[in-house]
Each structure stands twice: as C-alpha cells, then as structure tokens.
C-alpha cells in the first residue's frame, strides 16, 4: 500500500515540486496520473516523523484513495500517452481534516483534479464544479522549448558548452536516459551538472510544467560542441538494425549550447 506510514522511514525522499508530501515510492501514479486503491496521502512531511501522535498536531489534511482498484504494472511498462488519458478518469477518496472524515460517503472527481490539488495544495480543485485543470506540460513539451534556458546555459558555462537536457523524476525512461548522459559525460565536465527547476532555467510556462520535471545543465571542461555531439549520441542513441541513414537528432534529447 502506497503512502501507508512507515515509522523511522529512512531515507524517505518526496517530490520537491508537489505541494502535498508527495513520496518518490508514489512515482508510477504520478507517472501515469492513477492513484490507487489504498493510496494515502498527507499535506506535509511532518506527517512521516515517528512520533503519530506528534505528526498529528501537523497535519491538516490527509486522504485515501477507494478507487479504482490496483492494478499491476509500472510506469516503464505504459505508453507516452497514458498520462493524459488518465487525466479525465474517475477516482474517488476519503477526505480528512484534522484526522475527521470530510462529509458523508466519498468525494468522486478526477484523477487530474486529485494530481491537481496535490500538486498545488488546492483541495477546492476536487470539487467538479471548479475549473478544470489544465494537464501539465510534459518532459518532452519542456525538451522542445529548452532554447529558453540558453541564457542560463551561458551564466554556467567555463568557456566551453553546455549540454542542457530536462528530466522528469517520476519517468523511469526519462531517469535512465539522464543516468546515461551522466556517465558519459561524467569525466569532460567542469563540476557536477546543475539541477533547476524549470522557473530557475528561465522556462517562461514554468508554472504549467509538471511539477516532476527538472531541467539538467552539463557545464563541460574541454570539450568542442562536436565532441560533445558525439559524447551524447553514443549515450542515448541506438540505431536500428535495418537503418540505412543515421536518425540521430540533439533536439529530441536536449541541445547544446
């Protein structure tokens, strides 16, 4: 059961990005905008500390979802376009406030609205009658406008290029192609990538890009952009065996700049 309290969880990590205590153990709901039967969730971190009775006096507003039921299956194993298919889908939850069930039987709304509200610490969101959120800009929405980060691209260079990628920590896809660029790149770089927020990179709808999603500077030491071009394909591009041309494009991956 997802979000269920584990007393002295070390190590717990949480998506910086939702307003909610949003756990990274939650990444395939969020992956895939389906939150699950027996999913529990808090309004602040302060709810995981090991004393309960403590962690109540934080607490504001928990919930727990009743449906739909689980189902097997992660986030890697479901197409792109699942997200959004989700997003209008039926879910209905238990609401609390101050450890007291809110009104009589379930709240039935969306599994947006539910992203929604935790994500921007609105619970009036759930409520059908309030407008409809929008569905957040993806990782690869954010990879097309990338060119707005050039301007951050250069403050962190050291005189040589800068590969900038986005990446979204609830993507296990997206998290393996960032691992792999990393390692490849791994010993050309001047220091460690910088990791920004969308609004820190200077992306101009940051506030309609998925809160999961991070934007990946790779300031390097030494390196010509050609070099870097390569260092970056052979991170992240496999050609197919009947290829007859090479298919390899930057932009699908991030840009150098």
């Known amino acids: 059961m997802r979000g269920v309290r584990f007393l002295g969880d070390i190590g717990m990590e949480f998506f910086s990005g939702f307003k909610w205590a949003v756990q ?12 699950e039967e027996g999913d529990i969730l808090y309004d602040t971190e302060k709810a995981y500390i090991d004393n309960w009775e403590k962690a109540c006096k934080f607490i504001e507003h928990s919930l727990q979802v009743r449906y739909p039921a689980r189902v097997g299956g992660g986030a890697s194993e479901k197409g792109g376009g699942v997200f959004s298919g989700n997003w209008g889908s039926e879910v209905r939850i238990d609401l609390y406030k101050n450890q007291e069930k809110v ?36 990782v690869q929405d954010v990879t097309k ?3 707005q980060a050039t301007q951050k691209a250069k403050e962190l260079s050291v ?31 001047h220091d460690i990538p910088n990791i920004l927020t969308p609004e820190k990179a200077g992306l101009i709808q940051f506030e309609n890009i998925a809160p999961t999603v991070e934007v990946a500077f790779f300031p390097m030491n030494g390196t010509s952009a050609e070099e870097l071009h390569e260092l970056v394909k052979s991170a992240v591009y496999v050609p197919s065996k009947n290829a007859k041309k090479d298919m390899f494009r930057i932009s699908t991956h991030g840009m150098i700049v």
């Open 159 to 189: 005189g040589f290029p800068v590969f900038v990628m986005a990446r979204d920590l609830s993507n296990p896809v997206s998290r393996e192609k960032y691992s792999k660029v990393l390692t490849k790149l791994k010993k050309h770089l």
């Open 103 to 138: 009104g009589v039987g379930q709240i039935t709304t969306t599994q947006g609205r539910l992203y929604t509200a935790l994500w921007k610490g609105d619970i009036s969101i759930l409520k059908k009658e309030s407008e409809e959120p929008p569905i957040p800009l993806t």
């Open 145 to 147: 406008t990338l060119d």
């Open 24 to 35: 990274k153990a939650f990444s395939d709901a969020v992956a895939l905008c389906r939150f």
